[in-house]
């Protein structure tokens, strides 16, 4: 599976557009981190809590929408977008979406 930000893939045509996909994962803070990722703020630097909870995410939510791909017999998903949205006070919602298709090499 190809997967790319832009409208075209060097080297191959869109043969048949199939449709969108998506994938999303909602997350909720841990206790545990939050007190670690306090810490962090006071002294500076990354807080890797939530820098590691936020790649999970996106790699679960990018599985789901290649899972989706997958079904409609996509090679390929073009234009891909990220969207990260506040759900509750403690809760976010990772969002990853754009248009399976057909690729074919030139």
């Known amino acids: 599976m190809i997967i790319v ?10 043969i048949e557009t199939l449709g969108t996909v998506i994938g999303n994962t909602i997350r ?3 206790i545990g981190k939050d007190i670690s990722a306090v810490l962090r703020s ?6 890797k809590e939530y820098t590691g909870m936020l790649a999970e995410s996106r790699e679960q ?5 290649v899972d ?6 996509a090679n390929g998903i073009v ?9 509750l006070q403690s809760t976010a919602k990772l969002l990853v979406y754009r248009t399976a298709v057909k690729l074919s090499k030139h």
């Not at 930000?5 to 869109?14: A, D, H, L």
């Not at 006071?42 to 807080?47: F, L, Y």
């Not at 234009?79 to 759900?87: D, P, Y």
């Open 5 to 14: 930000t832009t409208e075209n893939i060097s080297g191959y045509t869109i």
């Open 28 to 30: 909720a803070r841990h």
């Open 42 to 47: 006071v002294v500076g630097g990354k807080i």
């Open 61 to 65: 939510s990018i599985q789901r929408m």
């Open 68 to 73: 989706r791909a997958k079904e409609l017999g």
């Open 79 to 87: 234009g891909v977008r990220f969207q990260t949205s506040m759900i």
